[in-house]
């Protein structure tokens, strides 16, 4: 079969194509922290090249590049000047990108996108085929590529918090289990906005900084961190117990495994809410569908379709009761136990 081509769709698959390009042209401004340095005024690659450590014909050609895509802007004296998209590669801005961009232009994720054929060949991970160990098992060793993965799951959590709260209605809980949910980030967030009480658990412990943080008047007292596997066992007696960004780390039986857990400790009553990317049908594009890659090359989990969500439920006791769209990319997929189980 002839398939008919124009030429806008030539142009259009060849950027696709060349992506990778505007990926590291990203990464480069934000390791160089340009934005910190044009936020004060603007400079031309020559002023600005010795602040950075770089080669000025060499910066200039970067900025040129960038500046064509709108991350700063020339100026006809060959001055380069901040955008609202160059703020956003601020370290401090409000819904800052520099830990996203510094992420996936390092060569921890960089290395892995390479191999993607093999995940794709053997759907196991390509992290794991690159670096001969699990992506955590990794963090674990290496922590400077540990710090970097943390701020940039910051970064999403400090955008993705406000969007959950809004959109999570918990005037009937009374205790919040947060399945886990890490330093308690997303917790802290819900104590300031409701009177609630919250369990944060995960395996690691509370750092010195997270126990002044629940150490605050606004929140004092209703924050309780408790270490443990979520493969064992989870804490009882919640009124509503939420996992953000969990199950999309796991296979479709560890996933199970972890919600089987949740039920055990859940009472009757008891919700459970599951903060996640949902895949949509069709073939509009979707954030979930490309972030769905992402953890098949690096950890070997996958984002789900309501359908699958539906499925991986029943398999663990639970029922899909309704799923809510947030202002972000993640959307609220609750469940309650089933009667049948």
Not at 111 to 129: L, V
Not at 272 to 297: C, H, Q, T, W, Y
Request: net charge negative.
């Amino acid at each position: 079969m002839t398939v008919e081509r124009n030429q806008d769709e030539t142009t259009r698959l060849r950027q696709l194509i060349m992506g990778f390009r505007i990926t590291q042209l990203i990464y480069v401004a934000a390791k160089l922290e340009l934005s910190e340095y044009l936020t004060r005024g603007p400079l031309t690659a020559q002023e600005l090249a010795p602040m950075v450590d770089a080669d000025a014909g060499a910066l200039y050609r970067l900025l040129r590049a960038l500046a064509s895509l709108g991350v700063f802007v020339e100026t006809t004296d060959a001055r380069f000047e901040m955008t609202p998209a160059a703020q956003l590669l601020q370290r401090n801005a409000p819904g800052s990108l520099r830990s996203t961009a510094m992420l996936y232009g390092d060569e921890l994720l960089w290395r892995a996108y390479g191999r993607m054929s093999h995940a794709i060949k053997t759907g196991q991970p390509a992290f794991e085929h690159v670096y001969s160990q699990p992506f955590y098992d990794y963090l674990g060793e290496h922590p400077n590529s540990a710090l970097l993965f943390q701020e940039a799951m910051t970064g999403f959590s400090e955008m993705e918090s406000a969007a959950i709260i809004a959109a999570c209605d918990v005037s009937q809980i009374h205790t919040l289990v947060d399945v886990g949910g890490g330093q308690g980030a997303l917790a802290a967030a819900l104590l300031r906005a409701h009177a609630l009480q919250a369990v944060i658990f995960d395996r690691s412990g509370p750092t010195q900084d997270t126990q002044r943080i629940f150490a605050l008047d606004d929140i004092a007292g209703r924050g309780r961190f408790i270490q443990g596997d979520f493969f064992a066992h989870v804490p009882d007696g919640g009124d509503l117990y939420l996992l953000k960004s969990i199950l999309h780390n796991w296979d479709d039986s560890a996933a199970a495994a972890i919600l089987r857990k949740c039920r055990d400790a859940m009472p009757k009553h008891a919700r459970l809410l599951v903060a996640e990317r949902v895949i949509p049908l069709g073939n509009l594009p979707s954030e979930a569908k490309l972030f769905d890659i992402n953890m098949l090359v690096t950890m070997g989990g996958r984002e789900r379709t309501e359908a699958e969500y539906a499925s991986l439920f029943r398999t663990a006791g639970l029922e899909l009761t309704k799923v809510t769209p947030t202002t972000s990319h993640l959307s609220l997929v609750e469940a309650a136990r089933s009667d049948r189980n």
